[in-house]
């Protein structure tokens, strides 16, 4: 479980943007449970035509998108990536850490996020 995964003020994703995600819910019941958990410390693997998960690091700080094929809408979350000094209750893997670090598994398939700070959770048409 991915520790020191938090949003402005160093809350969590849930307490920053809990309604919002209760909302998104209602749209896309299995992608706002996905982001709940990645959020929250749990893996998420890439399996192309099911989940996809892609980093665009083309501006700092990088864009994670998580998409269902299925679903109406996409997810986008900017992340940055935190040192264990400017958090709370850091992960103890090394840091800061880069988005390879999230990334573990064959082909590094299964992403697990710790020691960021999720700056913003967005949804867009898929």
Do not use: K
């Amino acid at each position: 479980m991915g520790r020191g995964v938090v949003a402005w003020r160093d809350t969590t994703v849930q307490e920053t943007w809990g309604y919002r995600v209760q909302r998104f819910g209602e749209l896309c019941p299995q992608l706002a449970a996905d982001l709940v958990t990645l959020t929250s410390g749990g893996t998420l693997t890439h399996r192309p035509g099911v989940l996809e998960l892609s980093w665009d690091d083309a501006t700092d700080p990088g864009t994670l998108t998580i998409r269902r094929p299925d679903a109406s809408r996409v997810v986008d979350l900017t992340i940055r990536p935190l040192s264990a000094s400017e958090l709370r209750d850091p992960d103890p893997r090394p840091s800061p850490p880069t988005p390879d670090d999230w990334r573990s598994g064959p082909r590094g398939q299964v992403w697990e996020l710790y020691n960021c700070r999720v700056m913003t959770f967005l949804h867009r048409p898929n």
